[in-house]
């Protein structure tokens, strides 16, 4: 895809999760990697209204080339893209779901959500848990780098999912199925539950790994 398709994938995606609730306000970001560097959301600009040639472009570096300023979280995004070389893009978003899974105590920290369904274990597999940091912390980026060395989604304590993916279609689809996966799991959290069994979840990850 070229640069141009790219800036236009992410503002139809920004708009169809905006639409749908999956993230409000100004809230999330979304970056796609690119051979020079990564394009990423501008900060504080609203995912459901991108101006496709306002998205940022920055360097290897770090340093932007082209449009406006961006996300708080692009420092996040490239340290995640060092830990995963396949992922092609990543989406952070605020929703709902998967951020009130992200405030309950108890978790495990290690994958934060049982093998409800064999979708979920397709598109998402392990969700490790980083702790609190503020948004833009440095130390929220090294605590990302570090977990996406073993999973490619992982969930911001008391802030939300962090998904990289193949493709920018495929970081979004599995960060629906992670905000599906959470809405279950709430539904879920007082009623005996069949999940998927150790062998299910084995032969699952054999034949669609991530
Ligand atoms: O929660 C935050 O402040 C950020 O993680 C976020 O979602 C939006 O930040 P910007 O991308 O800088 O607008
Ligand atoms: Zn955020």
């Known amino acids: 895809m070229s640069e141009r398709e790219l800036r236009e994938r992410i503002a139809m995606h920004g708009k169809s999760i905006y639409d749908r609730g999956l993230t409000g306000g100004s809230s999330g970001n979304i970056s ?3 051979p020079d560097g990564m394009l990423v959301t501008p900060t504080n600009c609203c995912l459901g209204n991108l101006d496709a040639d306002a998205i ?3 360097d290897q570096n770090g340093n932007r080339v082209a449009g406006d300023k961006p996300s708080k979280e692009a420092f996040l995004h490239h340290s995640m893209y060092k830990s995963r070389p396949t992922g092609q893009a990543i989406v952070h978003l605020h929703s709902t779901y998967s951020v009130a899974v992200s405030c309950l105590e108890g978790l495990d920290t290690s994958d934060v959500l049982p093998p409800i369904t064999a979708y979920y274990v397709m598109r998402v597999g ?3 848990l980083i702790p609190y940091f503020a948004p833009g912390d440095e130390k929220l980026a090294e605590a990302v780098e570090q977990a996406a060395k073993v999973a490619h989604a992982v969930l911001l304590s008391n802030h939300g999912p962090v998904v990289s993916g193949k493709s ?22 007082n009623e005996r539950t069949r999940f998927l069994s150790d062998d299910q979840v084995n032969q699952l990850r054999e034949r669609f790994a991530n």
């Open 126 to 128: 392990t969700l490790p």
């Open 168 to 189: 920018l279609d495929d970081a979004v689809y599995a960060t629906e199925e992670l905000e599906e996966t959470a809405k279950l799991f709430l539904m879920l959290r």
């Open 56 to 58: 940022t472009k920055l």
């Open 32 to 34: 796609v990697r690119l």
